[in-house]
């Protein structure tokens, strides 16, 4: 999951940075309100931390502009400001919530899951998809309450795709969502880390599908694959199917009444 900071000031930053990235989040840091505003436009992100004595460009006239153009990730709000009137302005702006500093890191990190929770529409923790789930705040995955044992870079995949609700996610989506700016790398080892988790996922009936033209998503393998890999739940596919089996009744039948 990326997540945009947008922070002056260096301790503070560098602290929330720093505990996003153990808890195996991708951070991308700007330190003005310029910044910021140009990574928003440039990358997509999960979320927001957004402060709001920010140099250069106002966090609040971020905010604004960022929900004049539809966006509706979560965006936290983290101020020194604790007026109410400031709260209450941000809040009706468009932000998720608001957390006022001096902050532990430990809430920090409850709101931010609480926002992105609720961006999910779900209730707890918790999202599933078939026999796949996935907790928010461990940062598990089970398969059949099974943990599944996955690298940073295989969980943040498949976290991407839980959280996209099975739409596809193009390849340069991809790229953008698992990888900092400083990081240089190719579409080929996205294709390397989706191999590896659907080798992972293969025995628990979950696919990731290559839609052309769209993208990747998850899917549940189709149950006939068992005695017919091939097949697919196209209309096509039934027919084919339909008619092996009726053809091979039929001459089971024949070569019954000959016996």
């Known amino acids: 999951m990326k997540i945009l900071l947008i ?100 809430e920090l990190h409850a709101r931010l899951r609480a926002v992105i929770r609720r961006t999910n529409q779900s209730a707890d923790n918790v999202i599933q998809f078939g026999p796949l789930s996935f907790n928010i705040k461990d940062r598990k995955f089970l398969a ?48 390397v880390y989706i191999h590896r988790v659907r080798t992972k996922l293969k025995p628990f009936g979950v696919e990731i599908i290559n839609r052309r033209g769209l993208g990747y998503s998850l899917g549940l393998q189709n149950p006939w694959s068992l005695f017919y890999p091939r097949r697919s739940w196209s209309f096509s596919g039934f027919l084919s199917l339909w008619s092996s089996l009726f053809w091979s009744t039929l001459l089971f039948f024949f070569f019954g009444l000959i016996i």
């Open 7 to 106: 922070e002056d000031d260096a301790i503070i930053g560098d602290a929330v940075k720093s505990s996003l990235e153990k808890a195996e989040y991708v951070v991308e840091w700007a330190k003005n309100g310029l910044e910021g505003e140009i990574a928003l436009t440039d990358s997509q992100f999960e979320a927001v931390i957004l402060d709001l004595g920010l140099p250069k460009k106002h966090g609040l006239d971020i905010l604004k502009n960022l929900r004049s153009k539809k966006n509706q990730f979560p965006v936290l709000i983290i101020s020194a400001n604790e007026n109410i009137d400031n709260k209450i302005l941000g809040l009706d702006l468009g932000a998720d919530d608001y957390l006022a500093k001096p902050f532990e890191l430990q």
């Open 144 to 191: 059949q309450n099974k943990e599944l044992s996955l690298s940073k870079r295989e969980l943040n995949l498949l976290e991407l795709f839980m959280l996209k609700n099975n739409r596809s996610i193009s390849k340069e989506n991809l790229l953008e969502k698992l990888y900092s700016w400083d990081e240089d790398v190719s579409e080929n080892a996205i294709e």
